[in-house]
């Protein structure tokens, strides 16, 4: 097989990042996208360093809720067959007020942040999947299953919802669609300034396996199902929580 092609959102930093690495590290060419150029072009040199593949990994910059931006992830692609797309941008966004009109900023905010941008590459992408065998993966959250998280829990639950469409949608031609659903999962940017000791402690202490998940953890999971190997295994939710919710 000619080399795979991967585009991964949010590559830039901390799932991202580990996602890039584990893809780059399986042999594919990956695009990794995100806001932050600086931040993008260090990773892509790093992971490109450390694989002893710096030309496997190139930075595309793009605030993937704006419909012209995502524009420069396909021509980045440049006409491609794309074998794996790997939604993992995301983040919380603190209510700035209670006023309606606060609610209505975080809401919107929220979804733009965890559903649009999925949403939006993974449509520009669709007719550029290679068929068969593509594979698509959203990064959801615990948040989605056991809430807690309001606008972001219902934001990432959403994304359970719509990739049981696209599923049922892709399937027909080899194509899957899964979520993973990570746990507490320190050394990101996620919880930047938001975690206390207190806070840590809670979240390992509600894992079965006594400790808090690190990026690899995740990633190891996507590299399974973006791989040619989990071509029978689609429409699922799979729980990388160190058991802090049980599968059902
Ligand atoms: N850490 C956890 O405990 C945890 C738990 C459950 C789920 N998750 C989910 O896992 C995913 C990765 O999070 P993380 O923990 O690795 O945190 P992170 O380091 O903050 O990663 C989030 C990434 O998304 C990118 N991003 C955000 N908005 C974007 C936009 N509009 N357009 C393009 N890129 C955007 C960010 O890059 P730029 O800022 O440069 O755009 C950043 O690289 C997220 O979806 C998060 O919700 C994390």
Known sequence: MSQRLAVVSGGGTGIGAAVAR???EDGCSVLVVGRREEVLTAAAE?????????????AVTAD????DQVVKVVEAVGGRPVDVVV???GGYHSADSDTLAGIAANWRATLDTNVLTAVLLTEALRPALRRPGGRVILVSSIAAQRGGGDAYSAAKAALHGWAYSLAAQLGPDQITVNVVSPGYVAETEFFAGRMTPEGHAQRVAATLVGRAGVPDDVAESVRYLASPAAGYVTGQVLGVNGGSVLGR
């Open 46 to 58: 790093r992971i490109g360093a450390e694989s002893g593949r710096p030309e496997a990994i190139r």
């Open 22 to 24: 584990a893809l780059v």
């Open 64 to 67: 993937l809720t704006d419909p």
């Open 87 to 89: 939604n993992n941008a």
